[in-house]
């Protein structure tokens, strides 16, 4: 798809933005409230359209019900949360040091109920995006392990590092506890870093940030993702501009987002499309309604 037409694209996915139905708002936040079980996966052929949670906010002190709040107003199907917030609904310590030890204690009963009310809005927690993880001594990585686990998480999320000793732990635990980590890459990060990680264990993937490929390989992620799909956990939604361009509105960068979307979605892959908002948010407007928008974007190439 040509740059022009992508930008056409976003003008016709932003003039056909509804308001969410408030209806539907309410009912999903009441769900939430009550007891229920996990929400059913989504039908074949659908694309999960998730938000990098609280970092699109730009609020990592966000509590995890203000969180659910946002995610449901918005329509997303899934999230990728990173821990901060759940661990201060466990009465997590602020010092790091305090922090480290309290994880070897801690009890993971309680997630249980966070979990639960994530499920009955319709919110899985699909990603754990876990800080630190090549920090953490081997008790605290079976730790993350186990909450992200017990979050329902299909897959941990961290920074791709570029030591091969990084990679091979954190994959021999990823092996261990047969629970995928997506390494996250930058512009700087190219198809071979992965593909090494790849090499080091079987549970070792890729969150393949769409923006951030374009930008820093100067081609299309499409080759990659079609050849590794099978170790992509979830893909970041961010437009770009090739030669480390800026991040842009949706549609106006040289990213291949409707392409992508439609990969997934033609060839039913259990990627989520997680949203990942970084760019600017232009004045008179507002960060939840620039997400919105984006959410639009990619609803309207899938329809």
Request: proline share 7%; glycine share 6%; charged share 20%.
């Given at each position: 798809?040509?740059?022009?037409?992508?930008?056409?694209?976003?003008?016709?996915?932003?003039?056909?933005?509804?308001?969410?139905?408030?209806?539907?708002?309410?009912?999903?936040?009441?769900?939430?409230?009550?007891?229920?079980?996990?929400?059913?996966?989504p039908p074949p052929g659908s694309v999960r359209i998730g938000l990098n949670v609280p970092h699109s906010f730009?609020?990592?002190?966000?509590?995890?019900?203000?969180?659910?709040?946002?995610?449901?107003?918005?329509?997303?199907?899934?999230?990728?949360?990173?821990?901060?917030?759940?661990e201060a609904f466990l009465g997590a310590p602020t010092t790091a040091e305090q922090l480290t030890q309290w994880?070897?204690?801690?009890?993971?009963?309680?997630?249980?109920?966070?979990?639960?009310?994530?499920?009955?809005?319709?919110?899985?927690?699909?990603?754990?995006?876990?800080?630190?993880?090549?920090?953490?001594?081997?008790?605290?990585?079976?730790?993350?392990?186990?909450?992200?686990?017990?979050?329902?998480?299909?897959?941990?999320?961290?920074?791709?590092?570029?030591?091969?000793?990084?990679?091979?732990?954190?994959?021999?635990?990823?092996?261990?506890?047969?629970?995928?980590?997506?390494?996250?890459?930058?512009?700087?990060?190219?198809?071979?870093?992965?593909?090494?990680?790849?090499?080091?264990?079987k549970f070792n993937g890729a969150n393949v940030d769409l923006g951030h490929f374009v930008a820093g390989n100067?081609?299309?992620?499409?080759?990659?993702?079609?050849?590794?799909?099978?170790?992509?956990?979830?893909?970041?939604?961010?437009?770009?501009?090739?030669?480390?361009?800026?991040?842009?509105?949706?549609?106006?960068?040289?990213?291949?987002?409707?392409?992508?979307?439609?990969?997934?979605?033609?060839?039913?892959?259990?990627?989520?499309?997680?949203?990942?908002?970084?760019?600017?948010?232009?004045?008179?407007?507002?960060?939840?309604?620039?997400?919105?928008?984006?959410?639009?974007?990619?609803?309207?190439?899938?329809?």
């Amino acid at each position: 798809m040509h740059l022009q037409t992508r930008r056409d694209f976003a003008k016709l996915s932003l003039a056909a933005l509804p308001a969410v139905g408030l209806l539907s708002v309410m009912s999903r936040l009441s769900a939430a409230a009550a007891p229920t079980q996990a929400p059913p996966p989504p039908p074949p052929g659908s694309v999960r359209i998730g938000l990098n949670v609280p970092h699109s906010f730009r609020d990592s002190r966000m509590s995890g019900d203000e969180i659910l709040k946002n995610c449901v107003e918005l329509g997303l199907d899934g999230i990728e949360l990173r821990t901060q917030p759940v661990e201060a609904f466990l009465g997590a310590p602020t010092t790091a040091e305090q922090l480290t030890q309290w994880r070897k204690c801690v009890s993971l009963e309680p997630v249980a109920q966070f979990r639960q009310k994530y499920a009955a809005a319709g919110l899985p927690i699909e990603i754990v995006k876990v800080d630190g993880l090549f920090q953490m001594a081997d008790a605290e990585l079976d730790y993350a392990f186990a909450l992200a686990k017990a979050l329902g998480g299909r897959a941990i999320s961290t920074e791709i590092s570029n030591r091969d000793d990084d990679l091979k732990r954190i994959g021999s635990f990823a092996d261990k506890h047969q629970l995928m980590v997506g390494y996250h890459g930058h512009a700087t990060t190219t198809p071979a870093d992965w593909e090494k990680a790849f090499s080091f264990a079987k549970f070792n993937g890729a969150n393949v940030d769409l923006g951030h490929f374009v930008a820093g390989n100067n081609i299309s992620p499409v080759p990659f993702i079609q050849q590794h799909h099978e170790r992509i956990t979830h893909v970041h939604v961010k437009d770009r501009k090739m030669h480390n361009g800026p991040k842009t509105p949706f549609g106006e960068g040289d990213t291949p987002i409707v392409e992508v979307l439609r990969l997934i979605r033609d060839n039913q892959w259990n990627i989520q499309a997680t949203i990942e908002f970084e760019y600017p948010v232009p004045a008179g407007s507002s960060r939840m309604a620039e997400i919105a928008r984006s959410v639009k974007f990619c609803r309207h190439a899938l329809a």
